[in-house]
């Protein structure tokens, strides 16, 4: 990948991560004890931040492949699964429910969660990504919600239109194609609908203007997938 082509979309995701492990660390310090994170991925929270996640009761959702995956990688680096945190594996495409799992993984629906899905909600259609924000939506008071989501072409910055561009036909080759995009107010209205009370909008600029604001090199988050935040 061109270091110079791709710096920032690579700052994006820099951007995106940081922004999460701040809400997550401030909803600990607000005495939240539970994360949940659907399709973790490779997340390294708990490995990196072990005094706040130790706080925490931290829950993995992902497909089953990766999470067995991971699970053997941890093992042999020598971190091991600590008690808190829960690998939850799900089988989406076999219509497991999510919720449930994560249910009997140990979640108790009664007490207030900070809930992340980053990456996630341009592969699901706009069907599925509602009915995530309805489930999300039943999380108890004082539970936090935040969500990525990919902006259409016409909104994205004409500097980042070609990485765009290229991002969408990688992920169509794969096999795993970019499916929905959002204007903010779109999405604001999807959780609202969903049950949501509190919701807003954080935007890549809002990123580039908190993390990479007065950098000497230049370096800036690109435009193409901003947030919803949201609260129950």
Do not use: C
Request: aromatic residues 10%.
């Amino acid at each position: 990948m061109d270091p110079v082509f791709t710096s920032g979309f690579r700052a994006s995701i820099v951007a995106r991560a940081r922004f999460i492990e701040d809400l997550v660390t401030a909803e600990a310090d607000a005495g939240v004890g539970q994360y949940v994170l659907l399709g973790a991925g490779l997340d390294t929270f708990v490995q990196r931040r072990p005094e706040f996640s130790a706080r925490l009761r931290v829950f993995e959702v992902d497909q089953p492949g990766p999470q067995d995956w991971k699970r053997r990688r941890l093992i042999d680096a020598g971190y091991g699964v600590p008690g808190w945190l829960r690998l939850v594996p799900v089988d989406f495409e076999g219509g497991a429910s999510w919720w449930d799992l994560l249910i009997e993984a140990g979640f108790s629906p009664a007490a207030p969660a900070v809930a992340v899905s980053t990456g996630v909600s341009m592969y699901l259609t706009k069907e599925a990504n509602a009915a995530t924000l309805r489930q999300l939506a039943a999380l108890a008071p004082g539970s936090t919600v935040a969500m990525t989501f990919m902006l259409p072409m016409e909104l994205i910055d004409e500097p980042d239109r070609q990485g765009m561009l290229m991002a969408q036909q990688g992920a169509q080759a794969s096999g795993t194609p970019f499916i929905s995009f959002f204007t903010p107010d779109e999405m604001l209205q999807l959780a609202r609908e969903a049950g949501f009370k509190d919701v807003r909008h954080v935007s890549g600029t809002a990123l580039n203007d908190r993390y990479f604001a007065g950098r000497s090199d230049g370096l800036r988050v690109s435009t193409g997938e901003d947030f919803l935040v949201a609260s129950v």
